[in-house]
Nanobody
Framework: QVQLVESGGGLVQAGGSLRLSCAASGRAVSRYDMGWFRQTPGKEREFVAGITWSGGRTYYADSVKGRFTISRDNAKNTVYLQMNSLNPEDTAVYYC???????????????????WGQGTQVTVSS
């Protein structure tokens, strides 16, 4: 089993920055591919960013490309999401997720992930 705990959410003004963290624990968590998703009322959960276990490949939703950066520190069993140039449309509950040995190009599919955190609220004011 893998346990994921998000932190770092909060209130920020438009144009500001925020860094989310996802602390992972469990068996061989550094070998898991990781992703960030977000969800707002009335919308389906959407993919934000993903990173392979080695950190060698990253993937981003078009809506956040160039503004968000996903990274990981396997020594700390932690995945980060650096969010810059935030706008009110980024307001959502952000979730981290983990999957072991998923296929190529599948990190954007929420159904591929086996473990999910409880989420952290990000609110961007105009």
């Amino acid at each position: 089993q893998v346990q994921l705990v998000e932190s770092g959410g909060g209130l920020v003004q438009a144009g500001g920055s925020l860094r989310l963290s996802c602390a992972a624990s469990g068996r061989a968590v550094s070998r898991y591919d990781m992703g960030w998703f977000r969800q707002t009322p009335g919308k389906e959960r959407e993919f934000v960013a993903g990173i392979t276990w080695s950190g060698g490949r990253t993937y981003y939703a078009d809506s956040v490309k160039g503004r968000f950066t996903i990274s990981r520190d396997n020594a700390k069993n932690t995945v980060y999401l650096q969010m810059n140039s935030l706008n009110p449309e980024d307001t959502a509950v952000y979730y981290c997720a983990a999957v072991f040995n998923t296929g190529p190009g599948l990190l954007a599919r929420g159904s591929e992930y086996d473990y999910w955190g409880q989420g952290t609220q990000v609110t961007v004011s105009s």
